[in-house]
């Protein structure tokens, strides 16, 4: 996959008094196109700050949320601490994982990789390369969705709101990336109603085929 490259560029020391006030001469950029930046950049560069050391494989994806701010999702691996972060990350994928698998409703208007039950189940979606990067081109593609919002993005896991364009029905859809299996976990539910007529399930076979389907944009 091309991978954007992000040379990040460490703070400068300042005096002992540090930052008081925006400095003369500078103005704030106008007419700036955030949507353009919306993408996984990655670092190849950094001073040696003190702060920075023993850091590898940084990076971080920009997306926007339900109130039109920017989400950044940083990721990377501190060495000194690298156990306990590993346990803090099963920790947090347990938790979500419990939270996800709560079955649907009895009603027919959701569909669920893990509720096995007749007329709820459907297959998890599958992915090849890392769940990082499976977890990027999920948000790309939301991001192409109209009505769509992406109202939580944490390690393996994305949730978000499709809302119609008529009544404004809003329906939740849950993404859970294993990435020991390589497969993402999905339940997409409508908050009301009874039948859905099928939207749900076909949401999520169109975001399956551009998932296959996706080719990274440069």
Known sequence: ????????????????????????????????????????????????????????????????????DI?????GYNAKRGKDMSQQATATNKRIENEFIEPCPK???CVSSIDTSRGHFIQPLEFSDSAEDAQYKLLQILNQFKGARVVTVEDNFIEAEFISSIFRFVDDVQFYLD???????????????????????????????QLENYDVRT
């Open 1 to 68: 996959m091309t991978r954007k490259i992000l040379s990040v560029l460490s703070i400068i020391a300042v005096t002992s008094i540090g930052f008081t006030a925006v400095p003369d001469n500078l103005e704030p950029v106008t007419d700036f196109e955030a949507d353009r930046y919306l993408v996984t950049w990655y670092e190849i560069a950094r001073l040696d700050n003190s702060f920075e050391r023993n850091l590898n494989n940084l990076s971080a994806t920009y997306t926007r949320v339900e109130n039109g």
């Open 71 to 75: 989400l950044v999702l940083d990721r």
């Open 107 to 109: 009603t027919p208007n």
């Open 179 to 209: 990435d020991r299996k390589k497969i993402i976990h999905v339940k997409s539910a409508s908050r009301v109603g009874f039948s859905d007529l099928g939207v749900n399930r076909r949401r999520i076979e169109k975001i399956r085929k």
